[in-house]
């Protein structure tokens, strides 16, 4: 009988975890993702920076695109406000670059 419960509550722990939304998942770790950068921002060397800014882009470009049709409005400007935030630690990072970039160079 213990066995039993041990195997029900592992399967009832399993489909909990895979009734997760996607959505929701996605808002998450876009969010951490930014927290962690901000953090740790001054840490980065210039390969970790390329790394950083890949998985920036894949959160920003790529994974938005399956889900900007489901996001609300607040969570569309949320995305937006994780992109200038991302925007304003580049800036910071290489202020010369930045400006170079804005000129079209």
Known sequence: MKKFLVILNVC?????????????DYMDRFSEFINE????????????????????NELSRIEFIDFKNELTE???????????????????RDPAGSLLKVLGF
């Open 74 to 92: 607040t969570e569309l400007k949320q995305i937006q406000s994780y992109r200038e935030r991302f925007e304003t630690i580049q800036i910071k």
């Open 37 to 56: 950068v901000e953090l740790a921002q001054s840490q980065y060397d210039d390969d970790e920076w390329v790394i950083t800014e890949a998985d920036f």
């Open 12 to 24: 009832f722990i399993l489909f909990l975890y895979s009734c997760t939304d996607p959505k929701k």
